[in-house]
């Protein structure tokens, strides 16, 4: 059993909760996701299966999209309504002045992990210390929000469209625009729209996913890896290459096209069988290609 399921996370729930919830239902311990997402939150969660987790770390640099419901007035020690409030506001900001300081936080900005997240500090995760009440100094880490839109706005609540990097945090984001506003604010509600080419429209709840388990129609949620990695370059090998790679040895061949493409990675086939993801190298000014994964 191996490939990619694009799970519609529900709230509630963790992203390890979904893995362990899959595990018992796959009966396979060889699951893993990319991009976590806060059990509070909710929408596309990539789920790994098999030999496809070997895949995972092409995945973790993707672009995320998000709807998110911000709060006005009210902040929290967590930045989202799950915690513990800390101030509750007058808010006095009208539709024209939000859309102004939404302006404010497009392009390449600066956020300070919260406390509750799983960044590292000695060892430790900071969620664990701040459930003991200990706050430590954390470093501004550079993010993109590539769109930042309106969608609705009551004064009370504001509904946003972000289209951002890896590492953002809409917890973050929504605490930063309450204090520029200068009433405050928190994240009330979170759904992950998309995450690289997984897209809300075809992810799956986890009822479907049992019901094709129990009915032994997992072939139709079970995506192919390659799917999803159809941005890089495509190299099909002879057939008498084919255990050179599986077997991880330096490719050597007419690959001097690739120069053109601008890409690091291949995924690589043979008879039209996806094998994996290889690396192009430069060597004397020919091209070779590394094996990085053997998916077969």
């Known amino acids: 059993m191996k490939g990619v399921i694009n799970v519609l996370k529900p709230p509630g729930m963790t992203s390890h909760d979904v893995v362990n919830f899959l595990r018992r239902l796959f009966q396979i311990k060889k699951i ?29 640099d993707d672009d995320k999209e998000y709807i998110a419901e911000i709060r006005l007035g009210v902040t929290t020690d967590t930045g989202d309504l799950d915690g513990n409030v800390k101030n509750i506001s007058k808010v006095q900001v009208d539709k024209i002045q939000f859309e ?11 956020q300070v992990p919260p406390m509750f ?10 969620y664990e210390l701040a459930r003991q009440g200990v706050v430590v100094e954390r470093k501004p880490r550079k993010v993109k929000i590539y769109s930042l839109d309106l969608i609705d706005f009551n004064q009370e609540t504001a509904l946003v469209k972000v289209a ?13 625009i309450g204090n520029i506003l200068g009433c405050g604010a928190c994240l009330s509600c ?21 019901e094709a388990a129990e009915n ?4 139709k949620v079970l995506q192919p890896i390659d799917k999803f990695l159809h941005k890089m370059p495509k190299v099909d090998l002879p057939f008498e ?12 061949g007419d690959f001097d096209y690739l120069k053109s493409a601008g890409h690091d990675f291949v995924r690589v086939y043979s008879n039209k069988e996806f094998l994996g993801v290889a690396k192009v190298r430069k060597d004397r000014d020919k ?10």
Not at 193 to 205: A, D, P, R, Y
Not at 241 to 252: E, N, Q, S, V, Y
Request: hydrophobic share 35%; glycine share 10%.
């Open 32 to 60: 893993g996701h990319s991009g976590t997402l806060d059990p509070a939150a909710a929408g596309v969660l990539p789920i790994f299966v098999g030999k496809a987790t070997k895949a995972i770390e092409f995945f973790m």
């Open 100 to 110: 102004k300081t939404l302006k404010q936080f497009t392009g390449e900005i600066s």
């Open 117 to 126: 997240s799983a960044v590292r500090y000695k060892g430790k995760k900071l």
């Open 164 to 176: 951002c990097s890896k590492g953002t945090y809409i917890r973050t984001l929504c605490e930063d």
């Open 190 to 210: 979170l759904i992950r729209t998309s995450s690289g080419s997984f897209k809300i429209e075809n992810s799956l709840l986890l009822e479907e996913i049992q």
């Open 216 to 219: 032994n129609k997992l072939c």
């Open 241 to 252: 290459d084919t255990g050179f790679f599986t077997k991880g040895r330096i490719l050597h």
């Open 287 to 296: 091209i070779s290609l590394q094996v990085l994964k053997s998916l077969k």
